[in-house]
């Protein structure tokens, strides 16, 4: 079992920033990588960013890159998505999510990740 939890969700002004965390604790020698999802009212939750947790390859979705950065602390075992550049298209409930199976891809499905945070939530208003 892993453990996920996320914080640093609120409310920021279009063009602001945010730093969302993921704590993760338990099982974590089964990790193979943590991901950010996120899901707008009405809209399937979609990819936003993953990383190796060995090697530390990061993807990106194509709406967030060169925007968003997510990054690891091994010895904090967590897991960090800096936000720039905040979008009116942003908002969403963030979830952080853990893989514990080998993969070749970028870890952008959300049947890779049998583990998942609460949810943290962002808005973007002004």
């Known amino acids: 079992q892993v453990q996920l939890v996320e914080s640093g969700g609120g409310l920021v002004q279009p063009g602001g920033s945010l730093r969302l965390s993921c704590g993760a604790s338990?099982?974590?020698?089964?990790?193979?990588?943590m991901g950010w999802f996120r899901q707008a009212p009405g809209k399937e939750r979609e990819f936003v960013a993953s990383v190796r947790w060995s090697g530390g390859s990061r993807y990106y979705a194509g709406s967030v890159k060169g925007r968003f950065t997510i990054s690891r602390d091994y010895s904090k075992n967590t897991v960090y998505l800096q936000m720039n550049s905040l979008e009116p298209e942003d908002p969403a409930v963030y979830y952080c999510?853990?893989?514990?199976?080998?993969?070749?891809?970028?870890?952008?499905?959300?049947?890779?990740?049998?583990?998942w945070g609460q949810g943290t939530q962002v808005t973007v208003s002004s």
């Open positions: 338990g099982r974590l020698f089964s990790m193979y990588a």
């Open positions: 999510a853990a893989a514990i199976s080998g993969s070749s891809g970028t870890y952008s499905y959300t049947y890779e990740y049998p583990y």
